[in-house]
């Protein structure tokens, strides 16, 4: 694999992709933050050399290389799923990818389902851990030393600065932004009530059926790695509601400007910390 990973960076470095240094993987119905970028090229998967295609139609899958404030950002338009039948090998893929091309920061979005009755539609949530219910690790099978140790350290598998800097964006947006636990299945049937009161009595606040792949990844590479959810459905077991996969996304959708500047706020914060570091 790290033969296919360094043909893949090098393609995309012909390219013209240098010195990115933030990763952002947009999960279902969210994008606007392409809208406040400027983009400097974009590929669609199907071009780049290794790649997985995403096969969910709301999922563009395109990978867009952008800038803000002389910021370079690497921007995942779609990601991949085990239930489209992928390893979570090719699902972790453009992650180590994006790593080798030298990310330093990885945001990530997703929808999810909120199991918490506190969390309503619409919320954003800040992914404080999971809980990984995948039956699997993209860590399974050879290590591959020069990416990252054969155990590494899942104790804050989001990063606790990363998560403070969110934090604090929302409060000067003045935007509210819960925290919670996600778990994540591997989908693409919704859960029945019985194992929405399972996932509660367990610990999680949310479910979803993505993120926690690439956040194992990134914390292989000592990556650090934030995530936010958008509650798009309200999994009370008591009182559930059949819901489809539109309505998901128009749920999600009414939500993504806050989500981008959220994001937005907070790489605006870094890069003046960091310039203010020189």
């Known amino acids: 694999m790290m033969n296919q990973l360094k043909e893949t960076a090098a393609f995309l ?75 979570m090998q090719q699902i972790t893929y453009p992650v180590r990818v994006m790593k080798l091309l030298g990310i330093q920061f990885l945001l990530m979005s997703n929808a999810a389902g909120g199991i918490n009755k506190t969390f309503k539609k619409g919320d954003l949530v800040l992914i404080d851990d999971h809980i990984n219910l995948q039956n699997g690790s993209p860590l399974t099978g050879p290590n591959i030393d020069e990416l990252g140790p054969r155990f590494p350290d899942m104790s804050y598998p989001y990063s606790r600065e990363l998560n403070q800097l969110l934090i604090k964006a929302a409060s000067e947006l003045n935007t509210t932004l819960k925290e919670g636990v996600y778990a994540s299945v591997t989908g693409p049937n919704l859960e029945t009530r019985a194992e929405y009161r399972y996932l509660h009595r367990i610990g999680a606040d949310m479910v979803g059926m993505s993120t926690v792949p690439e956040v194992i990844v990134a914390n292989h590479m000592s990556l650090p790695c934030a995530a936010v959810s958008v509650i798009t459905d309200e999994c009370d077991p008591d009182n559930l509601k059949p819901i489809d996969i539109t309505e998901i996304i128009e749920v999600a959708g009414k939500a993504d400007k806050k989500l981008a500047h959220l994001f937005l706020n907070m790489i605006a914060d870094i890069t003046r910390r960091s310039m203010n570091a020189i």
């Open 13 to 87: 470095e012909a390219k013209g992709v240098n010195d990115p240094v933030f990763g952002i993987i947009l999960g279902t119905g969210l994008g606007d933050v392409l809208n406040h970028i400027s983009i400097i090229k974009t590929f669609d998967y199907s071009e780049i050399p290794h790649f997985p295609v995403s096969t969910v139609e709301f999922h563009k899958g395109k990978l867009v290389y952008g800038e803000l404030n002389g910021i370079k950002l690497l921007v995942m338009q779609g990601r991949f799923h085990l239930y489209e039948g992928y390893s």
